[in-house]
């Protein structure tokens, strides 16, 4: 039986120094919002925050490296995290230990391109940071 690839277990909205608010990663969904939408209900205002909704969790954190765009707001990460890897994480801390490394990588080259970056570049680079693929 294949292990599920993180990249299919994570909704990750956020924006770059240009670009605006992006799902980066669909969590292999069509139109990730109403699960996005529905995880976040309840964490609006919240610069940080965790939320479990029954199999998934919501998390967003603040962007460690304190990187901002370019009207100087802190970047938020935001994530709907699926089964099996949501049972993993109870707390933003666990977001930042879990989830974080998993996308760190590639947010640092990516974030200060003047577009978005395609969605499959970041599914492979997400499912390529994975420690467990190894």
Known sequence: MSKASPSRSLIWATR???WGFRFLLDGGFRD???SYDRGFS?????????RRVGTNV???IQD???RRDSSGRVILHEFVVQAPLSKQVTSV???LML???LVSGVFERVW???DPPPADAIRSAVDRADPSSA
């Open 16 to 18: 770059g120094r240009s």
């Open 32 to 34: 990730p919002l109403l």
């Open 42 to 50: 309840g964490l609006e205002g919240l610069s940080e925050g965790w």
């Open 58 to 60: 919501a998390v967003r």
């Open 64 to 66: 460690p490296e304190e």
């Open 93 to 95: 801390e666990d977001g």
């Open 99 to 101: 989830i974080w490394p």
């Open 112 to 114: 200060d391109e003047p």
